[in-house]
């Protein structure tokens, strides 16, 4: 066990809709990152928070949107979504601005219909 | 553009002998190295990691080793174990400010047989 949290384990929807998966860090834990798996593009990183304020943005679409909370948990919002938005979501945390190492949540996946 | 490769997606090894996984990679910028390790339906669990200053790092059964000229790492697992069956993925890290993005490569399975 991590010690990340995410929720929920699967969602299942349809196109078009909206939806917002949850993450808890690690006690103590700054950083948040959000990473997607899909079957054709493996593990690819969407976008950092560190301690509320946006970090660094990777391959993350204009439909999707995420924020930090001053508890330190994060939500990651995909909105109008398509069938290509199907994949595995992965939170990972890690500690103050010199660490490295990030530790995994067990993942949302998402299923678009 | 992959700038961190995997070149091989299965690798099989007999239980109690060594399994050497490889990965490769391009952006010079990168200093810092992870490996993970991911079994079905799980989020990927960190191994052990290399920061570019070193050349090995070790850590039980699991050795790192980083040949920066090369521009490849590999990760050492002695004795393999059949529970050390899973994806192992490596990971590289071109730190920006706070910013720590990991970019991945795509995997290789290891099937440690009994």
């Known amino acids: 066990d991590s010690g990340v949290t995410q929720t929920p384990k699967h969602l299942i929807t349809a196109t078009g809709q909206r939806v917002t998966l949850r993450c808890s860090p690690r006690?103590?834990?700054?950083?948040v990152y959000w990473y997607q798996q899909s079957l054709d593009q493996g593990l690819q990183f969407l976008i950092q928070y560190y301690n509320g304020e946006e970090r660094a943005k990777g391959n993350i679409l204009e439909r999707f949107s995420a924020q930090q909370f001053p508890d330190l948990h994060s939500e990651l919002n995909l909105s109008s979504l398509e069938l290509g938005d199907s994949a595995l979501y992965f939170c990972?945390?890690?500690?103050?601005?010199?660490?490295?190492?990030?530790?995994f949540g067990p993942g949302t996946r998402l299923t678009v219909t | 553009d992959q700038q961190v490769k995997q070149n091989s997606p299965s690798l099989s090894v007999q239980e109690g002998r060594i399994s050497i996984l490889n990965c490769d990679y391009t952006n010079s910028m990168f200093d810092y190295f992870l490996w993970y390790k991911k079994y079905p339906a799980e989020g990927p669990t960190f191994l052990i990691s290399i920061s570019s200053i070193k050349d090995k790092n070790e850590d039980g059964r699991f050795t790192v080793f980083l040949n920066k000229s090369a521009k490849h790492l590999s990760l050492h697992i002695v004795p393999s174990q059949p529970g050390d069956s899973a994806v192992y993925f490596c990971?590289?890290?071109?730190?920006?400010?706070?910013?720590?993005?990991?970019?991945f490569g795509s995997g290789t399975q290891l099937t440690v047989l009994p």
């Open positions: 006690s103590g834990d700054l950083s």
């Open positions: 990972a945390s890690s500690a103050g601005r010199g660490a490295y190492e990030q530790y």
């Open positions: 990971a590289a890290i071109r730190p920006s400010g706070s910013a720590r993005q990991l970019t």
